[in-house]
């Protein structure tokens, strides 16, 4: 809401501004106060005080564009740059009057003079305007003359590469806020938002500034439902506090390697379902995402390990005191003398699910030595398991993914870069679940009215997301949308093909840092574009009779931004690119920087500290349901 106090004193500054340059313009050199306004209408004086008028409303106008940012700040710039270029060819023509018509040049304070002069002296306010006229027309025409230069189709034959000004960058809808916005970064003073469900990529190298611009902001920023990685835990510190007190979020905290065990929960296997049909179907999606088909060896391998995830899956269901997490599978295939447990198992119960004795059956029909090649390679992806910390961080689900568009729920997925590449398997489990409840069914807005933002940081260093890759085009009509943050295209295709990273590549709002890497550089200067640029190529040459020049033109294209320059950006800038639009250089949205945003961190909220079992190994393989009496660490 405005403020009636600061409306008034802006009334009265401008009236006392109007009244000081009507006063000018009658001549009168002395300080008026805004009553003196009513005289100078009484007495006639219309144009002065409309004219007057008509100054102090352009320049209080464009002082609160400024003041307001964004596109009302480009706005009164244009007008204040247009303004100053009319005064400076009104001042021009000024002294080329003195010059032709008072044979001396003159102090341009004379023109107020001259003003005041124009009811006694008609012959030389004549020439003035006269002159003025002669000076506006041939700018005029300078004017013309460059922008038929300028949209010559020539000119653009090679690329019309550019910057967008404040119209193109409205156009495009960045300074426009939506419910459902995330910020991308600032533009004359105001933040850019990108609306909709529309994917956001980001190339970003460590230490160039995402967490601060990209997710600290948005944290504080998004209302809804938020899902993001977070390296170091940095989100979690800054933004929690902040979006469980003032947003109403329920904030959890999965930090599965952290040293002090504080960490919320997450059990990837308690989203199979209690439905015996429907849970095989869950048992199968898990198989693949924790086993999937390496191409570059015999998939059988592969093929036996999922179905021995599904034997060792069924046996803990249906055995309620066992818990059925991927640590006591882990504890379950490694105990001595599996292959004779397993077999006991088949021969004395008959109560266990059909598929488990199909599969178990399937299991021990194969010969000895291929017994132990597929327990070995199945027992390999449980390796992470034996980490008792990351056993007790599996052990049970604080959170149901199910409830994030039902809830306003925010989950911080907390690792280190010394850890990145052995939890893995396990983050990219939990994306794959993530996105796979996510598209199960269309949300109903009545049910499930909030929306999901997944900030996924690290992006390049996860495994193969194939849910993700697959289904990305379609999360908008999930109500869900991400922002994909990586440090190197080339990190991508270590997990993707080419063609399989078009799906990441492709999506239409693109953001750049200053990038370390050349490849990345050259990929980002190919995505501005190309301008084109005349060049001209001249030849001299000294003969005896004289002294002779020929040039030639032609055009070349150029990138908008060299990869050199690319990699040169200052760190506080950033490149908005969006297919249709001209690409935007913005500044970047630094939260602690920003007036409004840097007083919201108000620290973190509570996280349990998980306590850690050990297990003491199991030496007879005979006791199949017992379990082990466990002591704490």
Partial sequence: MRNPRVIAVALIIGLAITAQIAVLLTGITQWSSPLVLIDLIRHGFYWETTIAGCITAVVMGCMAGFLKQGFYRYVSLLILSTLVGVMAIMLLGFELYSWVFLNAFQSPFKVVELATLRYQEPELWRNFLTTEGVAFFLMFLALVIYLFHWLRPDNKALGNAHFSNGFETKRAGFFERQEQSILIGKKYGAP????????????????????????????????????????????????????????????????????????????????????????????????????????????????????LF?????????????????????????????????????????????????????????????????????????????????????????????????????????????????????????????????????????????????????????????????????????RVRCVLIMQYIAQTYEQYTHDEAKAFTNIKTKIAFAT????????????????????????TSTQTQGYSESKSYNYQAIPLLRPDEVMRLPEDQTLIMRTGHAPVKASQMIWYLDPEMKHLACGHTEVPRQIVQHHPFIHRSSDRTALPEAFEL
């Avoid at 990351?390 to 039902?406: E, K």
């Avoid at 989950?411 to 794959?432: A, K, N």
């Fill in 516 to 539: 370390e890497d050349i490849f990345d550089a050259e990929y980002v200067s190919k995505l501005l574009g190309t301008r084109t640029v005349k060049v001209s190529a001249g030849s």
């Fill in 310 to 478: 599904k034997v060792a899956v069924l046996y803990l269901l249906d055995t309620p005191e066992r818990p059925t997490t991927l640590g006591e599978i882990n504890r379950l295939v490694k105990q001595a003398g599996f292959d004779d447990w397993l077999a006991s198992v088949l021969e004395e119960t008959d109560h266990l699910d059909p598929e488990f004795y199909r599969n178990g059956y399937s299991y021990l029909n194969n010969h000895e030595k291929t017994r132990s090649s597929i327990l070995e390679t199945f027992s390999g992806y449980f390796e992470l398991f034996d980490d008792p910390t990351i056993d007790a961080a599996t052990a049970h689900s604080d959170f149901d993914l199910r409830q994030l568009r039902r809830e306003k729920i925010t989950i911080y997925i907390g690792f280190t870069d010394d850890d990145m590449e052995r939890l893995s398997p396990l983050l990219t489990l939990f994306w794959q679940q993530l996105i796979s409840v996510m598209i199960k069914n269309i949300p109903d807005p009545v049910d499930e009215p909030y929306p999901l933002l997944c900030l996924i940081d690290e992006f390049s260093s996860l495994g193969r997301i194939e849910r993700l890759r697959r289904s990305l085009k379609l999360l908008r009509e999930y």
């Fill in 192 to 307: 850019l938002y990108s609306n909709g469900f529309e994917h956001v990529l980001v190339f970003a190298p460590t230490g160039s500034g995402k967490t601060r611009s990209i997710g600290i902001p948005n944290l504080f920023h998004y209302p809804y439902s938020v899902v993001c990685n977070d390296v170091k835990l940095t989100l979690f510190k800054t933004t929690s506090g902040y979006r469980e007190r003032m947003l109403g979020h329920r904030c959890f905290c999965w930090a599965p390697a952290d040293e002090n065990r504080i960490t919320h929960c997450y059990n990837p296997l308690s989203l199979i379902s209690e439905d015996k049909i429907q849970r095989l179907t869950d048992i199968q999606r898990i198989a693949h995402i924790l086993m999937p088909d390496n191409k570059k060896s015999d998939p059988i391998w592969q093929q036996a390990s999922r179905k």
